[in-house]
């Protein structure tokens, strides 16, 4: 694989950086939803191959997502209900919230071309 496939290949909305999966995959655990498959999935058997002389480290690996729109969306409602949970009471975010919306802007994002 050329440097130039694998950015066109990590620049497509079902390419997730694998930290951004991780962290999906701890709270679709915490909160016993069967959408842990698909991440775990994902995890497993997506890793994007890197060209030969990429210089990256592991923080920047990516894994190709696959499912379906209903999964996508119940992946989301998840990550939204989280959010929901740790933001405070006056409104105003936090770190946490902040990447929980973060990951639902990314998986929106890959539901809407599902």
Same mark, same amino acid.
């Given at each position: 694989m050329t440097s130039e496939e694998y950015k066109d290949i990590c620049s497509k909305v079902n390419a997730f950086r694998v930290?951004?999966?991780e962290e999906t995959l701890a709270l679709l655990s915490r909160e016993g939803a069967e959408e842990t498959s698909v991440v775990t999935f994902a995890l497993r058997h997506g890793k994007v191959e890197k060209p030969k002389k990429h210089t990256g480290s592991a923080v920047n690996d990516f894994c190709l997502v696959t499912c379906t729109q209903d999964e996508a969306r119940e992946i989301i409602e998840v990550l939204l @209900?989280?959010?929901?949970?740790?933001v405070l009471k006056n409104g105003e975010t936090t770190a946490i919230a902040s990447s929980? @919306?973060?990951l639902v802007d990314r998986w929106s994002r890959l539901c809407k071309l599902l």
């Open positions: 930290s951004e999966l @209900a989280a959010e929901a949970k740790v929980f @919306a973060d």
